[in-house]
């Protein structure tokens, strides 16, 4: 057996550990290709690379000149084409069916999801279509962080491609299964403009976006009247607060000196306001709106 590991970020870099903990694994190892990742401040494309180097695995990097000779390869946080299909492995972060596309996890967050999941399927020519080989779940309660989200799915990731491992190794074959078509469910892409907050949804869904696109992601937005353009890090509920008039972003009053805003049902309590320079940020008035 021989593997061919494409590996992005904290996912990646926690699988390759777990591989190079035994020798019968990392033996296996034919080479291993990383990338940055420029929308994520936490891309592990250093730790990688050295990880590599310590463990004499080869090693390229993404647009290199690539030749697969190995018998399976393995996709890990890839966010880009391969052209060579052939035994090729994508975990994709979702308990498939479900979720299949972009940003599965953020989106499951937002949404209030149970549980967040990873899956291990045979590549193919539609998203995230092809048969599932093993796949696992794990509960989540809220507030829940994306960072610690992406712990939880790094360590899934762990657990799925050792069981791959084992049953190359030890049967040479992978057993899979079709995905339930009409429990298909889809997951858009994010933009810039998809990290501002919108104040018109109750607080509870507002905490949620706030945690699930924050560090090492860009972190939510939004904009005072005077057009000043501000990142929210963290906020809470504030359950006791019920407004007689609708007035989603308006500023009510202030918890000592943390920022008071009404939603479209209850309210949140701003912890830690910055500027796009990552500095503390202050209103400069009383009677402002967010938008």
Same mark, same amino acid.
């Given at each position: 057996?021989?593997?061919?590991?494409?590996?992005?970020?904290?996912?990646?870099?926690?699988?390759?550990?777990?591989?190079?903990?035994? +020798?019968?694994?990392?033996?296996?190892?034919?080479?291993?290709?990383? !990338?940055? %990742? *420029?929308?994520? /401040?936490? &891309?592990?494309?250093?730790?990688?690379?050295?990880?590599?180097?310590?463990?004499?695995?080869?090693?390229?990097?993404?647009?290199?000149?690539?030749?697969?000779?190995?018998?399976?390869?393995?996709?890990?946080?890839?966010?880009?084409?391969?052209?060579?299909?052939?035994?090729?492995?994508?975990?994709?972060?979702?308990?498939?069916?479900?979720?299949?596309?972009?940003?599965?996890?953020?989106?499951?967050?937002? +949404?209030?999801?149970?549980?967040?999941?990873?899956?291990?399927?045979? !590549?193919? %020519? *539609?998203?995230? /279509?092809? &048969?599932?080989?093993?796949?696992?779940?794990?509960?989540?309660?809220?507030?829940?962080?994306?960072?610690?989200?992406?712990?939880?799915?790094?360590?899934?990731?762990?657990?799925?491609?050792?069981?791959?491992?084992?049953?190359?190794?030890?049967?040479?074959?992978?057993?899979?299964?079709?995905?339930?078509?009409?429990?298909?469910?889809?997951?858009?892409?994010?933009?810039?403009?998809?990290?501002?907050?919108?104040?018109?949804?109750?607080?509870?869904?507002?905490?949620?976006?706030?945690?699930?696109?924050?560090?090492?992601?860009?972190?939510?937005?939004?904009?005072?009247?005077?057009?000043?353009?501000?990142?929210?890090?963290?906020?809470?509920?504030?359950?006791?607060?019920?407004?007689?008039?609708?007035?989603?972003?308006?500023?009510?009053?202030?918890?000592?000196?943390?920022?008071?805003?009404?939603?479209?049902?209850?309210?949140?309590?701003?912890?830690?306001?910055?500027?796009?320079?990552?500095?503390?940020?202050?209103?400069?008035?009383?009677?402002?709106?967010?938008?």
């Amino acid at each position: 057996m021989a593997l061919t590991l494409y590996l992005l970020n904290k996912k990646g870099y926690k699988v390759l550990t777990a591989l190079t903990k035994t +020798n019968k694994y990392l033996s296996n190892i034919d080479l291993v290709v990383g !990338a940055r %990742d *420029k929308g994520n /401040e936490e &891309d592990y494309f250093d730790e990688i690379r050295v990880l590599c180097n310590n463990y004499n695995i080869k090693y390229i990097e993404r647009g290199q000149n690539l030749t697969i000779q190995s018998e399976h390869s393995l996709a890990i946080g890839w966010r880009w084409l391969i052209k060579d299909q052939k035994n090729l492995i994508v975990l994709h972060d979702s308990f498939l069916p479900k979720y299949r596309g972009f940003s599965p996890t953020v989106n499951m967050l937002i +949404n209030g999801e149970t549980y967040i999941g990873a899956s291990a399927i045979w !590549a193919n %020519d *539609k998203m995230d /279509e092809g &048969d599932i080989i093993f796949q696992k779940k794990v509960n989540i309660t809220y507030p829940l962080k994306i960072q610690k989200a992406i712990e939880l799915i790094a360590n899934l990731y762990v657990d799925i491609v050792l069981y791959i491992m084992n049953a190359i190794l030890e049967k040479n074959i992978l057993p899979s299964l079709p995905q339930m078509k009409n429990d298909a469910t889809y997951s858009i892409w994010r933009n810039e403009d998809d990290y501002y907050i919108d104040w018109a949804k109750e607080a509870a869904e507002i905490v949620r976006f706030v945690d699930a696109v924050g560090y090492p992601y860009g972190g939510a937005k939004s904009k005072t009247e005077d057009g000043e353009i501000i990142r929210i890090r963290e906020c809470e509920v504030v359950h006791d607060i019920i407004s007689e008039i609708p007035a989603p972003g308006k500023l009510l009053m202030y918890d000592e000196e943390y920022p008071i805003i009404l939603c479209g049902k209850k309210a949140v309590k701003l912890l830690v306001i910055e500027d796009l320079n990552n500095n503390p940020f202050v209103f400069k008035k009383f009677r402002t709106q967010l938008k």
